[in-house]
């Protein structure tokens, strides 16, 4: 069962805020929200993550539903080296560790 | 920066072929991972490691094996590869379990079985 769904891709124009939603309706309280981004032919890098509060660094911010069951990851302002598939992921603790639950993820294209 | 590292890029095999995909850390993290990547599936956990020569499966592990002899080195082995394991392979690592124990990935290794 996936943990997460997000569109399968969306456009933003460069300069503008890129807004990528993603739900996760059966999330459990102790369970963060990841989010990742992957280059074409590279490792995921990591972005933000959270748990019910909001959060922001220096490369986008997260906004968490109070209700925790959906987010979305802002990219204020987009540039072309944003184009990438975004990942939104569950981290789920089990007895010998966290688990990362990746979905397919949202491939946005920065347009000129 | 951490830095993790895959001993290939690119690697072609033929079936029935016993292959090592070697992943090393440099940053003295606990947990390594091991995941494949394909077409319309995402980021698939095989198995993962909390500890040297501890493992656990993951999602999909049939068809494979992992070691962890030394805590920066974790192995994944196809003991004899398929034509269906031909998929991009990612090793990543994380501090022990916490609050922030972000995963950090390698480059990945595309695995062409023929």
């Known amino acids: 069962d996936a943990k997460t769904t997000q569109p399968p891709s969306m456009d933003c124009a460069e300069g503008r805020a890129a807004n990528l939603p993603c739900n996760h309706s059966?999330?459990?309280?102790?369970?963060?929200v990841y989010w990742y981004r992957q280059i074409h032919s590279q490792g995921p890098q990591y972005i933000i993550h959270?748990?019910?509060n909001n959060e922001t660094n220096e490369m986008a911010s997260l906004i968490i539903t109070e209700d925790r069951k959906s987010s979305t990851l802002i990219l204020p302002h987009a540039t072309l080296r944003d184009t990438a598939v975004y990942y939104c992921?569950?981290?789920?603790?089990?007895?010998?560790?966290?688990?990362?639950?990746f979905g397919t993820g949202t491939s946005l294209t920065v347009i000129p | 920066d951490v830095k993790v590292t895959q001993s290939s890029r690119y690697l072609v095999k033929r079936t029935g072929e016993k292959v090592f995909l070697e992943c090393v850390q440099d940053?003295?993290?606990?947990?390594m991972f091991w995941y494949r990547q394909d077409p319309g599936l995402g980021l698939r956990l095989i198995y993962f490691?909390?500890?040297?020569?501890?493992?656990e499966k993951g999602d999909i592990p049939e068809g494979y094996s992992v070691s962890r002899e030394k805590k920066e080195r974790f192995s994944l082995i196809l003991e004899s590869a398929s034509t269906n394991q031909t998929s991009m392979y990612l090793c990543?690592?994380?501090?022990?379990?916490?609050?922030?124990?972000?995963?950090?990935f390698g480059p990945g290794t595309r695995l062409t079985v023929l």
């Open positions: 990543a690592s994380s501090p022990l379990q916490g609050g922030t124990d972000t995963q950090y």
């Open positions: 059966t999330i459990s309280g102790n369970e963060y």
């Open positions: 959270g748990l019910k």
């Open positions: 992921i569950v981290r789920v603790p089990t007895n010998t560790g966290n688990q990362f639950y």
């Open positions: 940053m003295d993290h606990e947990n």
């Open positions: 490691s909390y500890d040297v020569k501890m493992k």
